[in-house]
């Protein structure tokens, strides 16, 4: 027999006028490599239908489960519930718009932000179909898609100080996309360009640098390096800008 686990789960529908946040609790056996998604699913199937949470993927990919879990972002298929005590709380993310109970909105967020940060290869050449792929050094190439693996959970941003405190702040999910087009030989910005968008208190200059956003990413992006070249890298182009040494 498993252990009999509780869940105490928020609650709230902000388009129901009668709908006041407050926490429901559900109690149910653990079973053998139950994810909280399983448990989550098992609530709704037998306990209470009207329970909203989000899940696409169930294998960790398309980042839609991100929840608080007790008081730390993550994702509810990756999460095993024997990683954790018997008493299970789980909020929804904060930062993005809540949807009801555990479902939050975070597309517009990340196309905001995607828009915000001009999150895509920049170039001049003409998109031409029929000619063949570029080609690219293997060693960058892996460099880039290191970062590219984000899938865009938003549980950076939602363990992430300053973007509790500021809604203009970018994140390091943000951050961590420019330093892979700075990386990408295609993009064509120059540093200055680069500094207009980041180079910024939205931007790098917000960050505190705590690094909450690397340790609850269920990815493991690194994103404490990235953070650090880009600080490196935009404080440079102010100072040069500071004393007119020009611009690359
Ligand atoms: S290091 Fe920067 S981006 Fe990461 S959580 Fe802290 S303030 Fe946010
Ligand atoms: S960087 Fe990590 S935590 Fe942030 S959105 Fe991407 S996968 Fe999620
Ligand atoms: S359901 Fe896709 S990441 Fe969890």
């Known amino acids: 027999m498993g252990r009999e686990l ?3 789960i928020f609650r709230y529908d902000p388009e129901d006028p009668d709908s006041i946040p407050h926490t429901d609790i ?3 056996e653990e079973k053998e490599n139950m994810t909280l998604f399983i448990a989550l699913t098992q609530i709704r199937e037998e306990q209470d239908p009207s329970l909203q949470f989000d899940f696409c993927c169930r294998a960790g990919i398309c980042g839609s489960c991100a929840m608080v879990i007790n008081g730390r972002p993550g ?3 990756k999460t095993l519930t ?3 005590p018997k008493e299970i709380t789980l909020m929804p993310l904060p930062v993005f718009k809540l949807i009801a109970d ?3 909105d975070t597309g517009a967020w990340f196309r905001a932000m995607n828009e915000k940060v001009g999150s895509w290869i920049h170039t001049s050449k003409k998109f031409d179909p029929s000619a063949r792929e570029e080609r690219m050094d293997n060693a960058l190439a892996e460099e880039i898609y290191e970062l590219e693996r984000c899938v865009e959970c938003g549980c950076c941003v939602a363990a992430c100080g300053t973007a509790n405190m500021r809604e203009d702040f970018v994140g390091a999910v943000a951050m961590n996309r420019i ?3 700075m990386m990408d030989p295609r993009d064509e910005r120059t540093e200055d360009e680069y500094f207009e968008v980041i180079g910024t208190d939205e931007g790098i200059f917000g960050c505190m640098g705590l690094l909450a956003c690397e340790d609850v990413c269920p990815k493991n992006i690194p994103l404490q390096d ?3 070249i880009l600080r490196r890298k935009m404080g440079w182009n102010t100072v040069k800008h500071l004393f007119r040494f020009g611009s690359s």
């Open 26 to 28: 559900f109690i149910m």
């Open 102 to 104: 555990l479902s939050v």
């Open 179 to 181: 330093a892979r087009f």
């Open 75 to 77: 994702l509810a298929c």
């Open 226 to 228: 990235q953070l650090g």
């Open 6 to 8: 509780t869940f105490h």
């Open 82 to 84: 024997r990683e954790l």
